[in-house]
């Protein structure tokens, strides 16, 4: 409140505004404090060169080998699958809700579901999924059901109204003068969507890609009930695999004390790296449009 | 564009919004069904008068009530914990801030609001372990999971707050300011009363999103049977460990229902809390709108 010519009447008021930038700054130092802490424990493995060689190489503990290589590449597969499977999804749907292909009065009945499923705890999905969705693939292609597959279908389901959400905000950012110069020329909305709203929108996706690749990262709870958990490299899609904050939870459970437990200090620090990244290009998105605009 | 391809546009955007609406409605549909049969004030007590258990005269044992006081306290400890910062950050980044600051923080709002929770959960274990040391009586409990919550909750906090002062009109603030006001009293009689909407809005959400999250209070304190806590640093049970650990080792039928039941409670806790967030947020955008134009 620095900008306005009236100093504050009081001490109260003063101290009132020192607390305001000091919780501003606390959030600042909170982050950076989560970093500096992943950094510290994960020093001795950084100052070794052994961080590196960690994220490649196998799991194998009787060999004192702790790599973390099968949780990255676990962590990968099942959060690629899950985006690549939820971003058709939750185009079409932003496009359904958004785009004036459907009549008016079933987008209001279909789009609170959407606001519903926002509010959907993640546990209660693999809940569902652990007694609905893996007997079922059991009988269905074999194995014990706790699969790669398992998990990015519910995680697919668990990111599908991030991206609804934010497809359909980009979708209505574009002017609405444009949207009207389009019918007057006796454009279809499919037409106008293919021609106006998806190139307009662009960034707007791609952020929106970043933000829920982001979440399906980060999530643990579908990934350690419906992974299967397994420490080898997934080779199939109906393999069990363990991502990274699978391996932090099922590590943390055991014990605090042996070199494994180092070793998930090296998994934060990866999982950290990776979300502030994908969050840093997300911005770069959002502003650098913001700019242009 | 060819009327095939846009027929084929058109029920493939048809298709993936029916057929996800269906899917979400089957599987909150399955859940009711599985939890139908033991729907009934003994899924909450167990076999302990109603009263005596509201009264913490006796404990429950095969009830959810415990696990429900747990996640209710866990709730109110963090956002008791995590509203005054939050605000306090939001107001001051909505009105003090410079433009630099404002982004650079604005950044570290993001990567926490980004932030895996399980990340966070590791953090606040780490700290209790090493705090341990020094002092023996911080173990494990409902505080140090309270205060891991607060820290998941408080970029919601502060987007919130932020957003609900910076979208209102400019004029509130001048007017009030050229009144003779000092920026403090018109940020507490003009401007937080005018942004109440949408300050609702940001505490529903951060309330909804703390009672749902499970990584966290998997690492800081929550135990599966424990009764009530009766001290801040005490284990507690919570609902969504609760549906956790009956997942993966529940010992008969009845079991597993209060596991489909508890999901079915979550659901209905977070689900309306979010979509009461939404519509107070579509409210107020509305409103804006509106006051502009008249």
Known sequence: MGQYCFPPKDKRETLFQYFCGFSAYFTYCLVLLLFGFFLFFAYPLLKSGGYFLLLVTPWQPLAGNYGIGPMIAGTAVISLLAVCLAFPVSLGAAAFCEAGLAPRNLVRWVRPVFQLMTGIPTVVYGFLAVFLLVPFLRKAIGGSGFSVLAASLMLALLIAPTMILFFSDAFRAVPGEHLRVMTAMGAHPEEKLVFLLLPQARSGIVAGLLLAAGRAVGDTLIALMLAGNSLAFPSSLTEPARTLTGHIALVMASDTQSPEFRSIFACGLTLYLITTLLIFFCRRVVVSERGKG | ?294
């Open chain 2, 1 to 294: 564009m060819k009327a095939p391809l846009r027929i084929a546009i058109k029920s493939a955007a048809f298709a993936a919004a029916l057929g996800l609406c269906c899917l979400v409605l089957f599987l909150l549909a399955a859940l009711f069904v599985k939890a139908w049969p033991v729907l009934d004030l003994r899924l909450l007590f167990g076999d302990t008068p109603p009263l005596q258990a509201i009264r913490g005269v006796r404990p429950v044992f095969d009830g959810l009530f415990p696990a429900i006081c747990g996640t209710l306290l866990l709730v109110i400890c963090a956002v008791v914990l995590a509203l005054p910062m939050g605000m306090g950050a939001g107001i001051h980044l909505a009105l003090a801030a410079s433009p630099g600051t404002c982004r650079r923080i604005g950044f570290c709002v993001d990567i926490l609001a980004g932030m895996p929770s399980i990340l966070i959960g590791l953090l606040g274990f780490s700290l209790i372990l090493f705090l341990y040391r020094y002092f023996p009586f911080i173990t494990p409990g409902l505080l140090p999971a309270a205060a891991s919550l607060a820290c998941l909750i408080l970029p919601y906090i502060i987007r919130g707050t932020w957003q609900a002062i910076q979208t209102l009109p400019p004029e509130l603030l001048r007017t009030s300011l050229s009144l003779g006001a000092s920026p403090v009293q018109a940020l507490r009689h003009v401007l937080l009363p005018a942004a109440k909407p949408g300050l609702t809005g940001c505490l529903l959400l951060s309330v909804g999103r703390a009672a749902e999250d499970t990584a966290v209070i998997l690492l800081t304190g929550t135990v599966a049977a424990y009764g009530l806590p009766s001290g801040f640093w005490d284990p507690f049970e919570a609902l969504p460990f609760f549906i956790y650990t009956t997942a993966a080792e529940y010992g008969s039928q009845r079991e597993l229902a209060m596991g489909f039941a508890a999901s079915l409670i979550l659901v209905g806790l977070c689900g309306g809390l979010f979509s009461l967030a939404a519509l107070i947020r579509r409210t107020v955008q509305m409103k804006i709108f509106t006051g502009n134009m008249s």
